[in-house]
């Protein structure tokens, strides 16, 4: 496992380093044909709970990644969507390639509801896409919300790679 910023992602440095443990994850899992799609894709990734945009910014205009973000609290911009997850995704199904999360099941900032969150993020993703997520909140029933577990490092801030299967 990498050794992910434990800080939020405010700079583009601080988007750099968390993008490079998530290519490197999925290197390691054996799914880096992924990302190399992700290039190639629009949309391919959304980053759900992307709070200021950061690292949406960086992998369009670094990586090259046509990156979509939704947040409650989003001010808004063309790449981003003011949204609830609990309200459901304004994406139609079977969108994206990789859905990224980070802290939003932290009870204090968004409340979200967990079976809502997964049902979502299963709708929007394709069949064989990849939902990566770090959060010391995650509820341990994630395993039973239609997701192959691909690593599982809950106990070790929160890592988690689950994959939608058919």
């Known amino acids: 496992m990498r050794d992910y910023p434990h800080d939020l992602t405010n700079t583009p440095e601080d988007a ?3 993008w490079g443990c998530v290519q490197q994850d999925l290197q390691d899992l ?3 044909e992924i990302l190399r799609a992700a290039q190639a894709e629009i949309p391919a990734l959304l980053d759900l709970g992307c709070g200021r945009g950061t690292l949406v910014r960086y992998l369009r205009e670094k990586v090259g990644i046509c990156a979509l973000g939704a947040d409650r609290r989003s001010d808004g911009g063309q790449w981003f969507f003011r949204r609830d997850t609990n309200e459901g995704l304004p994406f139609a199904d079977d969108t994206f390639l990789i859905v990224y999360s980070r802290g ?3 009870p204090n900032l ?3 509801q967990p079976e809502s969150v997964f049902r979502e993020v299963r709708r929007v993703l394709r069949v ?3 939902y ?3 959060d010391g ?3 341990m029933y994630r395993d039973q919300m239609g997701f192959q ?4 490092s809950i106990l070790d801030m929160g890592e988690v790679v689950l994959e939608k299967t058919a």
């Open 16 to 18: 750099a380093a968390l």
């Open 30 to 32: 054996g799914k880096g």
């Open 104 to 106: 939003i099941f932290d």
């Open 110 to 112: 968004y409340g979200n």
């Open 128 to 130: 064989g896409g990849l």
């Open 132 to 134: 990566v997520l770090h």
């Open 137 to 139: 909140n995650l509820p």
């Open 149 to 152: 577990v691909l690593r599982d």
